[in-house]
């Protein structure tokens, strides 16, 4: 099995950075595809930005331009660097990783605040 450890996020003002990093431990050779989707209060989770195994970054559109998708193939890690923040990105955001098989692992979950 895989394990997901998140780190980053916290408290930012508008138009501020933050970098939300993934890391996986286990069976990582079984992973195909890895991403961040994100949880607002009353809202469904929704997709942010995802990598596909031996592909390149795909960027919702509220995120295109504003966030960077990166990962350490070595360290069996992704990072999600966002800057530019606006309130609406306020939310818990998670890291995904697809197995072979289709086997979903998510994060933990971390918070984004981002004050006006």
């Known amino acids: 099995q895989v394990q997901l450890v998140q780190s980053g996020g916290g408290l930012v003002q508008a138009g501020g950075s933050l970098r939300l990093s993934c890391a996986a431990s286990?069976?990582?050779?079984?992973?195909?595809?890895m991403g961040w989707y994100r949880q607002a209060p009353g809202k469904q989770r929704e997709l942010v930005a995802r990598f596909y195994s031996g592909g390149g970054p795909y960027y919702e559109n509220f995120a295109e331009g504003r966030f960077t998708l990166s990962r350490n193939v070595a360290r069996n890690a992704w990072y999600l660097q966002m800057n530019n923040l606006k309130p609406e990105d306020t939310a818990v955001y998670y890291c995904?990783?697809?197995?072979?098989?289709?086997?979903?692992?998510w994060g933990q979950g971390t918070q984004v605040t981002v004050s006006s």
């Open positions: 286990g069976s990582t050779i079984r992973i195909r595809a």
């Open positions: 995904k990783t697809v197995l072979v098989g289709d086997t979903e692992v």
